[in-house]
């Protein structure tokens, strides 16, 4: 059992279900890279201010950058029996330099000190969840310029609908992602503020240079309330929110690619290696992994739900409750990443069911927009053009008969407008391609939008 950091005070020691329900190393011991960095800059820090002897701050420096080799190498020994993560290092660096180790403590607290780890964490891996997502970006792109020319039925209230261009909708998928990025480095850039030196809650009288390891981090400004520096959990509670709206679009691809493998739509094949089978039906090729995608979800929202609860009710300053933000924050990351890592391999494999979806593009009812459209060019109203072609489905769609097997006379029935060249719009290539707005699905516009994200996610280093 490591020595506790504050136990001098105490006259007996603490009970074994007090140490077990405390301790924190079993999960804050993926930070240690960050604790090493962070003390690092901070015994910099002390020797530059001759605050300590640079000879003890160089000899900490020495300890910890090997303790940091170790942990690269795999060969540091984590102490389970340890409180935290903050008293295995400085045990491992006491073992490593001797007593020069019990002068790193100097001019901070644990509570400035896990506030900065954290924030060193969340920046590392927001660049993590940048490249990929890029690389998920790139993996739909490719998909959608393999199938630039095929034209699927789209749903609303999974309802057939209008037709569109398969590479339109992933193109959708592609927008969603790039919003979730730009959050993602947003709350980046929002807690790219350095805590340490606030250092229980209060500050130090000890004439620290708060800047110098800043800029030894990477990090582009100083916290300015020592208070607000360890209480405050605005930057975990951003990454998390965050992390939950993208859940919510992973989650919904993951329900479209599901509905899209099924029998009744028969619009793509999933790769035999991201389904599996059943132990009583034979037949059977489930897409489970979708499933789990769509169900992990829940966990993130949970994720978010349990830190925003647990600041609620805080007093400012530092409180021990803030030591049970991590899990939710790891689990929430860990998560995310194994979604977007297995959705990149997922969609490089996706087989598009063409045949089956062009078998699906007869239902005249995909282009009575089309027909509505049609008679307000020739001068009709939209709310007149709308009641003449909701009488045509009524007599004819619904009742199993095509509106292009209708003659002249026929269709002049409903208006004098309507010729037989109406019939014309009657396909889904023609269809698709009179919808020439900027942001539509037609041909145009669709391979516009494929050049630029293709510019735009060359551009970027994954």
Not at 9 to 33: E, G, H, M, P, Y
Not at 105 to 114: E, G, L, M, V, Y
Not at 185 to 192: G, I
Request: proline residues 2%; aromatic residues 6%.
């Amino acid at each position: 059992m490591s020595k506790k950091l504050w136990g001098t005070r105490f006259s007996k020691q603490t009970n074994a279900l007090t140490n077990k329900f405390t301790s924190s190393i079993s999960f804050d011991q993926r930070l240690a890279k960050y604790d090493c960095l962070g003390s690092i800059a901070h015994a910099k820090m002390l020797g530059k201010q001759r605050i300590i002897p640079k000879a003890d701050s160089a000899l900490m420096v020495k300890g910890l950058n090997s303790i940091l080799q170790d942990l690269k190498g795999g060969k540091f020994k984590f102490d389970l029996g340890a409180e935290d993560i903050h008293s295995n290092i400085q045990e491992a660096l006491v073992k490593k330099i001797g007593k020069a180790a019990f002068k790193l403590h100097t001019a901070r607290s644990r509570n400035d000190q896990i506030a900065l780890d954290i924030k060193m964490y969340i920046k590392d891996e927001i660049d993590n969840l940048e490249g990929l997502i890029s690389e998920l970006q790139k993996a739909i792109l490719k998909l959608a310029k393999k199938n630039s020319e095929v034209i699927i039925p789209g749903y609303t209230h999974l309802q057939v609908a209008q037709c569109v261009l398969l590479a339109h909708h992933l193109l959708a998928y592609i927008e969603g992602l790039e919003r979730d990025k730009q959050r993602l480095l947003d709350a980046k850039a929002r807690l790219d503020v350095m805590p340490l030196g606030a250092c229980a809650f209060s500050g130090t009288s000890l004439p620290i240079d708060r800047s110098y390891v800043a800029r030894e981090l990477g990090f582009k400004n100083v916290t300015a309330n020592s208070i607000d520096s360890v209480s405050d959990r605005d930057f975990i509670i951003e990454a998390l929110a965050a992390l939950s709206i993208l859940s919510v679009h992973l989650s919904r691809m993951a329900e479209d690619l599901i509905l899209w493998s099924t029998k009744e739509f028969s619009f793509i094949d999933i790769d035999f290696s991201f389904c599996t089978g059943s132990s009583i039906m034979p037949h059977k090729k489930n897409p489970d992994i979708l499933e789990l995608i769509r169900g992990s979800v829940g966990k993130i929202q949970g994720d978010l739900s349990s830190v925003l609860i647990l600041m609620k009710g805080l007093p400012s300053s530092y409180n021990r409750d803030l030591q049970l933000d991590k899990p939710p924050l790891f689990d929430a990351i860990d998560t995310v990443k194994d979604i977007l890592e297995i959705f990149v391999a997922l969609f490089e494999n996706i087989v598009i069911e063409k045949e089956a979806i062009a078998g699906r593009l007869g239902d005249e009812a995909l282009f009575s927009v089309d027909v509505v459209e049609y008679l307000i060019k020739k001068g009709i109203s939209y709310r007149e053009a709308h009641d003449i072609v909701g009488s045509m489905v009524r007599d004819c769609l619904d009742k199993g008969r095509k509106i292009s097997c209708l003659s002249e006379k026929e269709l002049n029935k409903y208006s004098p407008k309507l010729k037989t060249d109406v019939k014309k719009i009657l396909n889904a290539w023609v269809s698709v391609n009179l919808k020439q707005s900027y942001g539509g699905t037609g041909f145009t516009q669709v391979n516009l939008q494929l050049k630029r994200w293709k510019r735009l996610l060359e551009r970027r280093k994954i």
